[in-house]
């Protein structure tokens, strides 16, 4: 069974994810409202051909963007390593998603939520058994623990009839990310070394499958009230995922690797110092879990509800990014050249 959407809500439609799902739909022929904080970020979403609406899912007002929608794809949040306290990851991920879908309630069109959360409310795993959507959910940080929050308001609704899904997404990479191409430069550079083993795992996942993903939870009939992990078809561990990024970068890693004790020692240090300082620490605890932390997610689930695999392997989507990276980087050095 597949549903026909007409007109969608996508919510935070300016970010990375929020503007590839839009222009896929879009493609697909469906009408899109773009929910955009900023009206000066919308220009790229009204040349695609998507209706601009300006405004905060924490607005009284959300009545007014869901009007006339049938689908709405959640993917507003405070997300990531940001500096931001836990208050705004509260006041975004919780209360912004208890709004919309109070909002969403009343609407009588309404027929699909999709919820977009994230991997990290299950929190840490063993990585000889990959988690799937029924695995304990322990959050490490605020943006984890918000996220699990703002999912349980989902779920509440969803088990009052609400028709909603949830996509838990990896880390998803891609050309326009600022946090890939970060990546990209930085191992470019040679700036990014190895601490301690680097054997944990990491399951990224290529914008456009996640976004294939997205909209398959959109669109497949007969699944309210689900979870779907969304992430990339390989396992790799962070040393092999980053030195695949420098080959193709053109380098190699810097090595030799440092000891992680001697690591978490600097973060510590640092974490007490450059506050007092009033400058950004270098080196935190929240910047060696990705050296820590293992990654992997069973999609499974996915694979037979939604129909739904990932096709892109992490070295070929790397290349895609890798090329424009490289492209950008010598017309900078160009630049300054002249």
């Given at each position: ?25 879009l493609a ?11 009206a ?32 709405v ?56 058994n ?18 699990l ?73 007969g ?73 992997s ?13 990932p ?28």
């Amino acid at each position: 069974m597949q549903r026909k959407m007409k007109r969608v809500l996508v919510t935070g439609a300016a970010g990375f994810l929020g503007r590839a799902v839009t222009a896929e739909l879009l493609a697909r022929g469906c009408g899109v409202r773009a929910l955009v904080r900023a009206a000066e970020k919308a220009g790229p979403l009204r040349l695609l051909g998507a209706e601009i609406m300006v405004g905060d899912i924490r607005d009284a007002a959300m009545g007014a963007a869901l009007d006339g929608v049938d689908t709405v794809i959640h993917c507003a949040a405070a997300i990531g390593t940001t500096p931001l306290g836990r208050e705004e990851f509260y006041s975004v991920n919780v209360e912004g998603t208890r709004n919309l879908v109070e909002a969403a309630k009343g609407s009588a069109d309404l027929e699909r939520f999709v919820h977009i959360s994230t991997v990290a409310v299950i929190g840490a795993i063993d990585p000889r058994n990959p988690a799937d959507e029924e695995s304990p959910c322990r959050p490490t940080d605020a943006y984890g623990e918000t996220k699990l929050l703002g999912e349980r308001v989902v779920r509440d609704a969803a088990g009052a009839g609400f028709p909603a899904v949830i996509a838990r997404p990896m880390w998803i990479y891609g050309a326009g990310s600022t946090v890939t191409t970060n990546l990209f430069r930085k191992i470019a550079r040679r700036k990014l070394p190895m601490i301690g083993a680097a054997q944990n795992t990491m399951q990224p996942v290529e914008i456009g499958d996640a976004v294939r993903g997205i909209v398959r939870c959109a669109e497949a009939g007969g699944i309210e009230g689900r979870i779907y992990n969304i992430a990339g078809a390989e396992i790799l561990t962070i040393r092999v995922m980053c030195e695949t990024i420098a080959r193709l970068m053109g380098t190699t890693l810097p090595g030799p690797s440092v000891p992680m004790w001697f690591a978490t020692a600097a973060a510590t240090g640092c974490e007490m110092i450059f506050p007092l300082l009033g400058i950004a620490a270098p080196i935190t605890h929240e910047k060696l879990e990705f050296f820590r932390v293992c990654n992997s997610y069973s999609i499974e689930r996915a694979r037979r509800e939604l129909d739904w695999s990932p096709k892109i392997l992490f070295e070929d989507g790397a290349r895609k990014v890798a090329e424009l990276v490289k492209a950008e980087m010598r017309e900078s050095e160009a630049g300054v050249r002249t």
